[in-house]
């Protein structure tokens, strides 16, 4: 008789395991907080390197302007309520949802996006009253999820093909302390003399606590020759690019965005460098003071920046001067026109004396008058 569907084998089965929330007394605990760094990254030691790793990010510039804004608020939100001591912050959802003005549902995937860039690790998780166990005053209540606010890892050792192993006992880079206490770098150390430090864009480290892992392929933006004016719409979108990447503070500013604010410019023959030359010096050649814009500076405070340094060169009925390059191209033209001028009145002035010296002189012209009226007189 063929054995029954339903019976089942005599093997055991193993358990399947279930992860338990860590305790309240050791959500900021060190090793907890270690643990939940994503692979690739290192805990960070201020907010505003949180902040800048996320513009630098590859992923970050592959996004929507409406997404790289969602991206920016959150972790806004995320570092403002950080511990710098042990770099956690648990905001709650709804103080997220409030202070971003999304839903929860943007709320869990831009949490999820910030885990997957390596700049977000979960502590722990939030629960409900029902499924939390008791506080010290015996009663149960609403735990926020923790987080811990990371970084890529920076520095990464790189074996060469003559190096040997590196030394068991080298300490891994990282970053150590917080901005309150020893705010310093560590480096690592090996004996072998082969072994060099350095980054490596494709690869990046935890920090020696896990294996490297390959990073996000990196998406080239868009070229434009610095001293070529535009006649496009698109090839305007790639000067502004140029421009974005030539200047770093306007990161947070999308393309489009730089495009308009620049565009009556590119309209009237201005270049990239031009642009450039513009947003760091004065019409008088002096440099621009320092403005104090943080590096992770919003967009709005950006554009109001951009358009006030473009402003000084406007006209008074608000058309643009001429550009830098257009000045220097016009002081070309103009020497290079003297220079065909001079050259002609000498070539002038050698011919007249020429003439001048292939003429006969009075005293000649006389004598042969004279001659040729003896030779009429005795012919006839």
């Given at each position: 008789?063929?054995p029954?569907?339903h019976t089942?084998?005599d093997?055991p089965?193993e358990p399947?395991a279930?992860?338990?929330r860590v305790?309240?007394?050791?959500?900021t605990?060190?090793?907890v907080?270690l643990?939940?760094v994503p692979t690739?990254?290192?805990?960070?030691?201020?907010?505003?390197h949180?902040?800048?790793a996320?513009?630098?990010?590859p992923?970050?510039?592959?996004?929507?302007a409406s997404?790289?804004?969602?991206?920016?608020?959150?972790?806004?939100?995320?570092?403002?309520?950080?511990?710098y001591e042990?770099m956690?912050?648990?905001?709650?959802?709804?103080?997220l949802?409030?202070q971003?003005?999304?839903?929860?549902?943007?709320?869990?995937?831009?949490?999820?996006?910030?885990?997957r860039m390596?700049?977000?690790?979960?502590v722990a998780?939030?629960?409900?009253?029902?499924?939390?166990?008791?506080?010290?005053?015996?009663?149960?209540?609403?735990?926020a999820?923790?987080?811990v606010?990371?970084i890529?890892?920076?520095?990464e050792?790189?074996?060469?093909?003559?190096?040997?192993?590196?030394d068991?006992?080298?300490t891994?880079?990282?970053?150590g302390?917080?901005?309150?206490?020893n705010?310093?770098?560590?480096?690592t150390?090996?004996?072998?003399?082969?072994?060099?430090?350095a980054?490596?864009?494709?690869?990046?480290?935890s920090?020696?606590?896990?294996?490297?892992t390959p990073?996000?392929?990196?998406?080239p933006?868009l070229?434009?020759?610095?001293?070529?004016?535009?006649?496009?719409?698109?090839q305007?979108?790639?000067?502004a690019s140029e421009?974005?990447?030539?200047?770093?503070?306007?990161?947070p500013?999308?393309l489009?965005?730089?495009r308009?604010v620049?565009?009556?410019f590119?309209?009237?023959?201005w270049t990239?460098?031009?642009?450039h030359h513009?947003?760091?010096?004065?019409?008088?050649g002096s440099p621009?003071p320092?403005?104090g814009?943080?590096a992770e500076?919003?967009?709005?405070r950006l554009?109001?920046?951009?358009?006030?340094?473009?402003?000084?060169?406007?006209?008074?009925s608000?058309?643009?001067l001429r550009?830098r390059?257009q000045?220097l191209?016009n002081?070309?033209?103009?020497?290079r026109?003297?220079?065909?001028r001079?050259?002609q009145e000498?070539?002038?002035?050698r011919q007249?004396?020429a003439?001048?010296?292939?003429?006969?002189s009075p005293?000649k012209v006389?004598?042969l008058?004279?001659?040729?009226?003896?030779l009429r007189q005795r012919d006839?």
């Amino acid at each position: 008789m063929p054995p029954s569907l339903h019976t089942f084998s005599d093997d055991p089965i193993e358990p399947v395991a279930r992860l338990r929330r860590v305790s309240r007394r050791r959500e900021t605990s060190r090793d907890v907080v270690l643990r939940a760094v994503p692979t690739g990254s290192v805990r960070a030691a201020h907010g505003r390197h949180v902040q800048r790793a996320l513009l630098e990010h590859p992923e970050y510039t592959r996004r929507y302007a409406s997404a790289r804004a969602t991206l920016r608020a959150v972790l806004k939100c995320l570092v403002a309520r950080a511990d710098y001591e042990t770099m956690t912050t648990r905001p709650g959802w709804e103080y997220l949802a409030q202070q971003a003005d999304k839903s929860r549902r943007t709320i869990a995937r831009t949490i999820a996006d910030l885990g997957r860039m390596g700049l977000l690790g979960t502590v722990a998780g939030g629960r409900t009253a029902a499924y939390a166990s008791l506080n010290e005053d015996g009663e149960r209540t609403n735990e926020a999820a923790v987080y811990v606010l990371c970084i890529p890892a920076p520095l990464e050792i790189v074996e060469t093909s003559r190096s040997g192993a590196v030394d068991e006992y080298g300490t891994p880079p990282a970053l150590g302390g917080s901005h309150l206490n020893n705010l310093k770098e560590t480096h690592t150390r090996a004996r072998g003399k082969d072994l060099i430090g350095a980054a490596t864009p494709p690869e990046i480290n935890s920090g020696g606590y896990a294996a490297p892992t390959p990073a996000t392929p990196h998406r080239p933006e868009l070229l434009w020759p610095a001293h070529k004016t535009t006649a496009s719409r698109k090839q305007r979108l790639a000067a502004a690019s140029e421009l974005r990447r030539r200047v770093f503070v306007l990161r947070p500013m999308s393309l489009q965005d730089i495009r308009a604010v620049v565009r009556d410019f590119l309209v009237c023959g201005w270049t990239v460098a031009d642009l450039h030359h513009a947003l760091d010096f004065q019409p008088d050649g002096s440099p621009w003071p320092h403005n104090g814009l943080p590096a992770e500076a919003e967009a709005g405070r950006l554009r109001g920046l951009l358009r006030y340094r473009l402003a000084a060169y406007r006209t008074a009925s608000g058309e643009p001067l001429r550009s830098r390059d257009q000045r220097l191209a016009n002081e070309a033209a103009e020497n290079r026109a003297a220079a065909v001028r001079a050259t002609q009145e000498a070539t002038w002035a050698r011919q007249e004396h020429a003439n001048r010296l292939g003429q006969d002189s009075p005293a000649k012209v006389v004598a042969l008058a004279n001659i040729r009226a003896m030779l009429r007189q005795r012919d006839r």
